[in-house]
Nanobody, 114 residues
């Protein structure tokens, strides 16, 4: 499985972005998908995840502002980001995992600044 993340950019505080993670290969629907981020000088952290059965989870710092979803027919996961804050600035990565495999995509930069 290869993952391609996109949708990052520069946005003002309070703005919105939608990140996409497109997977090549088969059995996308058997993978859980996670969105992680890494800010300069900080460790990578999970911000949201969605299971193969579409159960979702969020870090406390993003609850109510970010929404994760997936479209298994399109092999794509999304992260809808709203009410963005400067502290959301980071490189965002998508990750696909199951019991046997763990795949990472390249990052997409999100910068929240006025």
């Amino acid at each position: 499985v290869q993952l391609q993340a996109s949708g990052g950019g520069l946005v003002q505080p309070g703005g919105s972005l939608r990140l996409s993670c497109v997977a090549s290969g088969s059995d996308f629907d058997y993978y859980a998908i996670g969105w992680f981020r890494q800010a300069p000088g900080k460790e990578r952290e999970m911000v949201s995840c969605i299971s193969s059965s579409h159960s979702t989870g969020y870090a406390d710092s993003v609850k109510g502002r970010l929404t994760i979803s997936r479209d298994d027919a399109r092999n794509t996961a999304y992260l809808q980001m709203g009410s963005l804050k400067p502290e959301d600035t980071a490189v965002y990565y998508c990750n696909a995992w199951n019991m046997n495999n763990d795949y990472w995509g390249q990052g997409t930069q999100v910068t929240v600044s006025s």
